[in-house]
């Protein structure tokens, strides 16, 4: 059995280029991702079906307190 694999780009407040994350799941808003070893909680999700395979867009605020 082949198990599902999502990649993503997350936009980490303050920089212009997103991170790539890859999960075996669907993210979705509210939950928290680890991003350069830094907890961020997804503010929103995009995904882009009409690419092949599932790749989408994930915007994150910071988890505990402000971005420094």
Same mark, same amino acid.
Request: hydrophobic share 45%.
């Given at each position: 059995?082949t198990?599902?694999?999502? $990649?993503?780009?997350?936009?980490?407040? #303050?920089?212009d =280029?997103p @991170?790539r =994350?890859?999960t075996?799941? =669907?993210?979705?808003e509210?939950e928290?991702?680890?991003?350069?070893g830094?907890p961020w909680l997804? !503010? @929103?999700v995009?995904i882009d079906?009409a690419i !092949?395979?599932?790749v #989408?867009?994930?915007?994150?605020? $910071? $988890?505990?307190g402000?971005?420094?």
């Amino acid at each position: 059995m082949t198990m599902a694999e999502y $990649a993503w780009n997350v936009f980490v407040p #303050g920089e212009d =280029l997103p @991170h790539r =994350l890859t999960t075996d799941y =669907l993210v979705s808003e509210g939950e928290q991702v680890t991003v350069d070893g830094r907890p961020w909680l997804v !503010e @929103h999700v995009d995904i882009d079906e009409a690419i !092949e395979g599932a790749v #989408g867009t994930i915007g994150v605020v $910071a $988890a505990e307190g402000p971005v420094t």
